[in-house]
């Protein structure tokens, strides 16, 4: 079974997750688009047991058993945000670092607490490890704009 580690920015709180997620997704709802601070978020679930293996990546969540997730480190700094007004009529439960301010995961009552949405973002190659298959809320999405957008390789010069 694979096991990975993880930091938040400031390194207060070190996690780990175990084996593989159940489901990796991107969600287009307000409320993930408001905590990623970008168009969506990518997340992968597993159950709130396990989190203590579990690794993040950026705009992207895995649905983990809890079980599989285990906080080794920096519990006295993981504080909760409670959300009530969601589209599923349940609340989620946000975990989040309360020195650099970082989403560890969520935890979806949906679910009874029995899976952590943890954000892919915090694990090492996250996105490359755990590339989502899923999109919730796709009508929500934003449309691409490639044709008008720049990029860039760098940051460019101001």
């Known amino acids: 079974m694979r096991v990975m580690s993880t930091k938040t920015q400031k390194r207060s709180v070190k996690f ?9 997704f991107i969600c287009y709802c307000s409320h993930c688009k408001k905590n990623a601070g970008a168009p969506g978020q990518i997340a992968s679930l597993k159950s709130p047991s396990d989190f ?6 950026i705009s992207q969540s895995a649905k983990f058993k809890c079980e599989n997730v285990h906080v080794l480190e920096g519990s006295e700094h993981i504080n909760t945000w409670i959300l009530k007004d969601n589209l599923s009529g349940c609340e989620k439960h946000k975990k989040f670092c309360s020195r650099c301010g970082c989403t560890l995961w969520t ?20 996105f490359d490890k755990f590339p989502y298959k899923a999109e919730f809320f796709a009508s929500r999405k934003m449309p691409v704009a490639a044709a008008v957008v720049k990029s860039f390789d760098t940051m460019p010069d101001a």
């Open 107 to 126: 935890i979806p009552m949906k679910h009874s607490g029995s899976h952590w949405i943890v954000r892919t973002a915090l694990l090492e190659n996250g």
């Open 52 to 57: 203590q293996d579990l690794i993040l990546t």
């Open 16 to 24: 780990t997750v175990q084996g593989t997620p159940d489901a990796i």
